[in-house]
């Protein structure tokens, strides 16, 4: 019977950090924005960004706003640079959150608890129009 208790312990920690946010950058494009900007408090600030969103979760991300920690959808259609093969023909919309405190933003796709960031917006307008 402790074994049994044990592994559902255990199911009960990994459902749990499945209830967190991991950032992958392996979809990442570096053929735009962010790589001009020389802007060191930028990075600074999205650093920071990432971490405090690792903390809320995803529950938290959801009721807040999107000017604040939250996310919000943006149809494939209204991104300016190519999307990566990543991003097939059934993926519609992506989600955006702000970079920083300000209107920068990073794009990118969630699945399950994996966010995949594709895009980083360094200057303001590169990656979508607002």
């Known amino acids: 019977m402790k074994k049994r208790l044990k592994k559902l312990d255990i199911n ?3 459902e749990k950090k499945k209830q967190y946010p991991l950032f992958s950058f392996k979809h990442l ?3 735009i924005s962010y790589k001009d900007c020389k ?3 930028f990075f600074i600030d999205f650093i920071g ?3 405090k ?3 809320l979760g995803w529950e938290e991300i959801r009721k807040s706003q999107r000017h604040s920690f939250g996310m919000e959808k943006i149809p494939v259609k209204n991104i300016k640079p ?3 093969n990543f ?3 059934d993926v519609t919309h992506l989600d955006v959150f702000r970079a920083t405190g ?3 933003v990073f794009v990118g796709l969630q699945q399950e608890n994996v966010f995949h960031i594709i895009f980083i917006e360094g200057d303001f307008g590169d990656v979508y129009n607002h």
């Open 12 to 14: 009960e920690e990994v």
């Open 29 to 31: 494009q570096t053929n």
């Open 39 to 41: 802007e060191t408090k």
């Open 49 to 51: 960004r990432l971490q």
């Open 53 to 55: 969103l690792s903390e």
């Open 82 to 84: 190519q999307c990566p």
């Open 87 to 89: 991003i097939t023909p």
């Open 102 to 104: 300000g209107n920068k």
